[in-house]
């Protein structure tokens, strides 16, 4: 990149500086500045256009407006190397001392892009955006979605049935499948050829004409299946639009989810949005309470009253040779019903946000939330013509207060939570990162948190579709607000101060511990903190929920203003046993266990049920149950009557994992053209030691691992003994060897006088 300091002087005013540190309304810092409403879609269509796909009427009918003008830009902190360019770009000085004090405006997205290249190369200080819908929609303040409900969304849900996991091997064909929009569903099953069967697909998308495509696992299965299958038969996707086909990342993306930074392999089609339920769901449940994530355990645990019918996937290739399409047709159409379940319960949040963030629905499905809270303070800067901040240098600092006081099993237990602790802190303590010199984020954070509790309200007192609405509302408003502490220490974040987010968790430390001194003052017993929440055993007077929640209300009015302590659950039971590793037993008996050591979904499905089993046992004083279990289940794998798929882990398939694991490269090293990644594969772990496929069972696993794993199982409860020999006694390690007989009466004798 040449520099021309005489040219980028001369080249500077040739745009009129915009007026700057101008108050802007909160509306707009949220919602843009834009007020066009019912747009679904904008795509790049040129190098100087983009198109912005529109719902304009009640008559439902989607169609591009006018092309409409892009002018890709970029921030820079000097204006001489960009001026110097052979097609020069517009610059615009801002207003303020931020490093980023130029907007840089280019004719075209080619010369953007080599731009771009130029300055990377030559180690310039700019910040670009780099998708064209991102540049579009924060240049022009407008969002996605405006004037819209949920239920206004035309959605699709797409499921295939196929005869194999490879889609490059010519058995795997796809045999069948289901699609559903609104209330119109079709099966379609292969007739003639596959080839036949991938058109008719496309051609009821395209009758369909949804504004956004859904499926269970869709990024990493059905789309690129599709793809490769396509591809085979030399068919076209052409599912965009704008008659484009569908296009497939090369590389693989990653997902946020709470903690979870999950890889998939991402796919586009123009004018429309891809929304995976699986990814979705794993948002939903940041709690952590559901054991998988696969769809019929997922749709079990959420909808238990829902009766479906069920194919084993091992199975759908006999029952496609039997020739028996009535009950392939009920198991998928079943799939679409609960991909569409699923994203009813999940969707809103995201659709809602995108009302408020300059990205595309796809974008705030999949992206993470400083990424959000990033466009929203660029495009608040940016429409007050005023310099931008670079990213601080990530450190650490202190986080939040966690802290375990009593191991065992209580009863009855509460939780009480401050509700949005970090956020009402930035609030009530005016801490914002000093950076944001025009004061946009506590805006937009009081404003939300208004509009949330009004949503809220109204939820309450709404029925039916609009009180759907409200519930969106407030939850979309929920994940925003909690966003902007956690902004402030994103290492990717404009705006982000590690000093004022310190201040944030340090304030936050000194009342939660306000909160368990309040609690024991009163006759609480606190049993575990964690950052907002406290569980506790309530004083013996206080009886029943509403008591709890007088008793709660009674400690929280000891709190600063604008800090509220709220009653956030309340359980028969609690085994503690490390720190945010607990059970808890719910009044309806339902038992929740919490912890990655507790809920493993990479464990074999046995040891999980011993795990669920044993807890519920402790919770529930039956001690010999839990003794009996662990021999019961030690018996029947040495004598190898566990199910293989009692005794299998997934494992999935990308470099991580392989690089990780080496028998797991093993295996897929000696099965050529079987694998691919984003492939989950089923296995156990033979005599010999090494893993093989479910589908290579010969009654040949592994014994003494799978002792050693119920051993490991049972460590967990280790805490519970008061003394080693206590535990030994009461989980003695088992091999092929052992006398179980004996071991079992030696354990039911030494147990006398335990847990006294």
């Not at 609104?182 to 080839?195: I, K, P, R």
């Not at 929304?275 to 794993?282: A, E, G, K, L, R």
């Not at 993470?368 to 007050?384: F, T």
């Not at 052992?738 to 009466?745: C, F, N």
Request: net charge negative.
């Amino acid at each position: 990149m040449v520099s021309d300091p005489d040219s980028a002087r001369s080249a500077a005013p040739q745009t009129p500086l915009r007026p700057a540190l101008v108050p802007v309304a909160t509306e707009q810092l949220l919602y843009g500045a834009d007020p066009m409403k019912g747009i679904v879609a904008v795509e790049r269509t040129g190098p100087t256009q983009v198109s912005v796909y529109r719902r304009p009427g009640a008559e439902g009918e989607t169609r591009a407006v006018a092309d409409d003008r892009l002018r890709p830009w970029l921030l820079a902190a000097r204006a001489e190397p960009w001026a110097a360019l052979r097609d020069r770009p517009a610059i615009e000085p801002l207003a303020g001392d931020h490093p980023l004090r130029y907007l840089v405006e280019f004719a075209n997205w080619p010369a953007f892009l080599e731009a771009s290249r130029a300055g990377t190369q030559a180690g310039e200080t700019f910040f670009r955006l780099r998708s064209p819908v991102e540049q579009y929609l924060v240049a022009s303040g407008r969002t996605l979605f405006k004037g819209m409900v949920f239920e206004d969304l035309r959605r699709l849900q797409l499921d295939i049935e196929t005869l194999g996991l490879d889609p490059n091997d010519p058995a795997s064909r796809i045999v069948a499948a289901a699609l559903r929009c609104g209330e119109e569903a079709v099966f379609l099953s292969l007739e003639t050829s596959e080839g036949d069967l991938i058109a008719r697909i496309g051609e009821w998308i395209l009758h369909a004409d949804p504004d956004v495509i859904e499926g269970h696992n869709i990024f990493n299965f059905d789309l690129p299946f599709l793809a490769r299958r396509a591809a085979m038969c030399g068919l076209p996707l052409a599912w965009g639009r704008d008659g484009s086909e569908l296009r497939i990342g090369e590389g693989r993306q990653r997902f946020k989810a709470g903690a979870l930074s999950l890889p998939y392999a991402p796919a586009w089609i123009v004018g429309r949005h891809v929304v995976d339920s699986y990814q979705q769901i794993q948002r939903y449940d940041i709690a952590g309470r559901l054991g998988s994530y696969a769809l019929k355990p997922v749709i079990a645990a959420l909808f238990p009253d829902r009766e479906r019918e069920v194919i084993p996937g091992d199975q759908i290739r006999a029952v496609w040779e039997r020739g028996d399409l009535t009950r392939l047709e009920a198991y998928n159409l079943a799939d679409v019903e609960d991909v569409d379940a699923l994203s009813r319960l999940t969707l809103p949040t995201e659709f809602y946000q995108t009302q408020l963030i300059p990205r595309s629905f796809q974008s705030v499905a999949t992206g993470g939330p400083g990424e959000k809270i990033n466009d929203l303070m660029l495009r608040a800067y940016l429409s007050a013509g005023h310099s931008v901040p670079t990213a601080q240098a990530p450190r650490p600092y202190a986080g939040g207060h966690a802290e375990l006081l009593a191991v065992g099993s209580f009863s009855p237990v509460v939780k009480c939570d401050i509700e949005s602790l970090y956020p009402s802190i930035m609030i009530t303590e005016r801490i914002r990162a000093e950076a944001d010199v025009l004061d946009a984020a506590l805006p937009m954070l009081v404003d939300l948190t208004r509009r949330r509790l009004d949503a809220k309200a109204r939820a309450r007192s709404s029925v039916a579709k609009e009180r759907g609405l409200w519930e969106g509302l407030q939850a979309s408003y929920k994940v925003l607000i909690n966003s902007f502490y956690g902004y402030m220490g994103y290492g990717q974040a404009l705006f982000n101060d590690y000093d004022a987010a310190e201040r944030v968790t340090v304030a936050g430390q000194r009342i939660i511990k306000d909160v368990v001194r309040a609690l024991q003052e009163r006759g609480g017993t606190p049993i575990e903190v964690d950052t907002d929440g406290v569980y506790f055993v309530p004083p013996p007077e206080v009886d029943g929920a509403e008591d709890e929640e007088r008793f709660v209300t009674t400690v929280g009015r000891s709190l600063p203003a604008g800090i509220r302590l709220a009653h956030d659950g309340r359980f028969a039971a609690m085994l503690s046993l490390r720190l945010k590793t607990y059970a808890l037993l719910d009044h309806d008996g339902a038992v929740t266990l919490k912890g990655s050591s507790l809920r493993n979904r990479r464990m074999e499905r046995c040891f999980r049920v011993f795990l669920q089993d044993a807890a519920r046992g402790f919770l529930l004083d039956d001690r010999d149950g839990v003794r009996d279990r662990y021999f019961a289940l030690g018996e029947s794998l040495r004598e190898r009557r566990v199910p293989i798929a009692e005794i299998t882990q997934w494992s999935l398939i990308n470099v991580e994992t392989l690089a990780k694991q080496p028998r797991l490269k093993r295996l897929i090293d000696r099965l050529p053209g079987n694998s691919w990644p984003g492939e989950r594969v089923e296995v156990y772990e033979r005599q010999d030691g090494e893993l093989a496929l479910v589908t290579e069972y010969a009654n040949d696993e592994s014994v003494p691992f799978l002792l050693r794993r119920l051993r490991d199982c049972a460590e967990r409860f280790r805490d519970l003994f008061p003394r080693e020999a206590d535990f030994d006694a009461f989980f003695p390690p088992l091999s092929t060897r052992t006398d179980l007989a004996a071991a079992r009466s030696q354990a039911a004798t030494e147990q006398l006088g335990l847990f006294a």
